[in-house]
């Protein structure tokens, strides 16, 4: 099992410019989240997904879309990048909610001029 | 916004020592508790739940006081290995997690 994959590893963009950030995992989770990382902070959600089909936004949705078309895939969407959304992007599953572990992918390093 | 806090650290031990972290949560309803660890740069990982009853899992022992609303998490017999973040979850069984900052923790030989 691949496990949790996130492309790409890093990228930069200018302010304005759309990108999808990409996620797939192989484990068959229904739940999976997107979230951003910023220095001296928590981990904040950005939007979740608890099956295909199904998702709903977290703390920090503001300029962020996303998609749940199968069960594997989870893209994150910067409509309109702006330098606030300098930050690392972690993708995260797990079989369900409740008590069970999040898998990480090894995250996106962002970073909006 | 519910939160979830922690000394940042750094905490400086030498290899062998014993440390411990807490973490303090807002929300008295909170349902399940966790310990992450994160490696410079790199994703977190699960180290372990943290049960009502407290639990260990080798060198280390995590512990819950609902009525304090505080997690500790007990590192015995430091290893240089151990050198990391560890970050403190939240659920509050609303499909979204709270995450602390995190406490960094520098293991010396």
């Known amino acids: 099992n691949a496990g949790v994959t996130q492309t790409p590893k890093f990228q930069v963009l200018k302010t304005g410019q759309s990108m999808t950030l990409q996620c797939a995992q192989d484990?068959?989770?229904?739940?999976m989240s997107w979230y951003r990382q910023d220095p001296g902070m928590g981990l904040r959600l950005i939007h979740y997904?608890?099956?295909?089909?199904?998702?709903d936004q977290g703390e920090v949705p503001n300029g962020y879309n996303v998609s749940r078309s199968t069960t594997e895939d989870f893209p994150l969407r910067l409509l309109s990048a702006a330098p606030s959304q300098t930050s690392v992007y972690f993708c995260a599953s797990s079989r369900d909610f409740t008590n069970n572990e999040q898998f990480f992918g090894p995250g996106t390093r962002l970073t909006v001029l | 916004r519910k939160e979830v806090e922690q000394d940042p650290g750094p905490f400086n031990v030498p290899e062998g020592a014993t440390v411990a972290f807490n973490c303090t949560y807002s929300n008295s309803a909170s349902q399940s508790f966790f310990w992450y660890r994160q490696d410079c740069r790199k994703e977190p990982k699960l180290l372990m739940s943290v049960y009502s009853s407290g639990n260990e899992d080798g060198r280390f022992t995590a512990q819950l006081n609902r009525a304090s609303q505080y997690i500790s998490l007990l590192i015995r017999d430091s290893k240089l290995s151990d050198s990391a973040t560890y970050l403190c979850?939240?659920?509050?069984?609303?499909?979204?997690?709270?995450w602390g900052a995190g406490t960094k923790l520098i293991i010396k030989p």
């Open positions: 979850v939240v659920n509050e069984g609303n499909y979204q997690l709270i």
């Open positions: 484990m068959n989770h229904e739940y």
């Open positions: 997904s608890v099956g295909a089909g199904i998702t």
